[in-house]
């Protein structure tokens, strides 16, 4: 989750008359299919009437990161929270103090949708859990192969001689530095912020894509 970037320009004046006075750019997988990186999230800040089952926005680290997460159930210590697509709870509670907002809609390639909140999101969240635990599972037992084909060095080269073709890296200027994306046959397959460190890359093409400078 990334901080907020210009949030006054980014929040239409209709959301902003509804209370949603915050605007994040989602990034990360923890919430996927929820949300994809670069979607817009509105937020409803310092919400009075928090449930467990709403998506909340909230400072995760003192770094001043935000993260956002579906709250689960409150707890005398704070909100225990869980990404969607997050195979376990968050670690530790967070406490009302650190909890920005709710987030209440989302744009999705120049549409908004409502994010659902409450107890109903909170039964269909459990209910994906609960089908998604042993495909969880076969993934971990495969991670070790996985990781090993991808320390292969012949393996490496040959991936990258085989999608290289196709592979393109474009560098934007955003408010929170520079961003290259790659791309391979015109979709975005890897995200690098060096400014941030954050790298992001999708399965197989992380097999052999680093962040450029460090490979």
Known sequence: MSSPLAEHDLIPKWAEQRGLTRCFVYSGPSMRPTFRPGHLLYVRPLSQS??????LVFQ?????RFVVHRAVALTPDGWIMRGDNNRLLDAVPVPPSRV???VELVETGGSFQPVRGGLPALYLARLRWS???PFLRLRSLLGAPYRAL????????W????F???LLTIRLATPSGPLLKTLWRGRVVAR???TQRRFECRKPFDLFLEPPGEG
């Open 50 to 55: 928090l449930q467990p089952g709403d998506v």
């Open 60 to 64: 995760g680290d003192e770094e001043g």
């Open 100 to 102: 920005v907002g709710k």
């Open 131 to 133: 089908l998604r635990a």
């Open 150 to 157: 991808r320390a292969w060095p012949p393996a490496r080269g």
């Open 159 to 162: 991936l990258s001689r085989r």
């Open 164 to 166: 290289a073709a196709h």
């Open 192 to 194: 690098w912020q060096p």
